[in-house]
């Protein structure tokens, strides 16, 4: 049991470039989401997936795409990376809200 | 979902209990009170949550105020093991999938 897992584990991007992070669970759990944490911070929301096939917003969304491909994979897309976006990138999943969410590893992003 | 206040560090002996409080005055009739903790360069890890009883599992103990205006994690026996950022979280039940808000948390340091 694998729990979260994440790929890249790091990544460096130049201005404008894009890239697909990628989300997997094996959990059965329905609910995903992606955080971002800059240095210093906690964690904010980026978008979240209630159940397969829906999507929604969070607190700084702008910039990132998501699709939620089926239960067990979100991924978060950078069309036109912008150094901006150098983070830590969290992946988590939970059963349903509110229960307790799970997290991955993270990915460590940075846009030059 | 309502604010919550952290000391911004604490430290601890090792062996000692680890006594973390958290202030939520504004907290609502509806909303948990969860606890994180994020080990360096790593994913959050769930820890505990309760309503208004006090909770206890096999990592800590939970107490809050009967007002329910604060609490307070207790680790029984802290470990170096533990040294981390904590992070009190408050939240509505229900209604959706949406993510958690984190704050600063507290960085409790085990000493030696």
């Known amino acids: 049991n694998a729990g979260v897992t994440q790929t890249p584990k790091f990544q460096v991007l130049k201005t404008g470039q894009s890239m697909t992070l990628q989300c997997a669970q094996d959990?059965?759990?329905?609910?995903m989401y992606w955080y971002r944490q800059d240095p210093g911070m906690g964690l904010r929301l980026i978008y979240y997936s209630a159940s397969e096939g829906t999507t929604d917003k969070g607190e700084v969304p702008n910039g990132y795409n998501v699709s939620r491909l089926n239960k067990r994979e979100f991924s978060l897309r950078l069309e036109s990376a912008a150094p901006s976006q150098t983070s830590v990138y969290f992946c988590?999943?939970?059963?349903?809200?509110?229960?307790?969410?799970?997290f991955g590893p993270g990915t460590r992003l940075t846009v030059t | 979902d309502a604010k919550t206040t952290q000391p911004p560090s604490m430290d601890c002996a090792e062996g000692r209990a680890a006594n973390l409080p958290c202030n939520h005055s504004t907290i609502s009739g509806n909303e948990y009170v969860y606890w994180y903790r994020q080990i360096h360069s790593q994913g959050p890890q769930y820890i505990i949550h309760g309503l208004k009883n006090n909770e206890t599992n096999e990592m800590a103990s939970l107490i809050i105020t009967e007002d329910r205006k604060s609490s307070t994690l207790i680790l029984p026996h802290a470990t170096l093991r533990d040294t981390a950022v904590y992070y009190c979280i408050v939240r509505v039940v229900g209604g959706g999938a949406d993510g958690l808000t984190f704050g600063k948390g507290t960085h409790l340091i085990i000493q030696p």
């Open positions: 959990m059965n759990h329905n609910s």
């Open positions: 988590a999943s939970s059963v349903d809200s509110p229960y307790e969410q799970y």
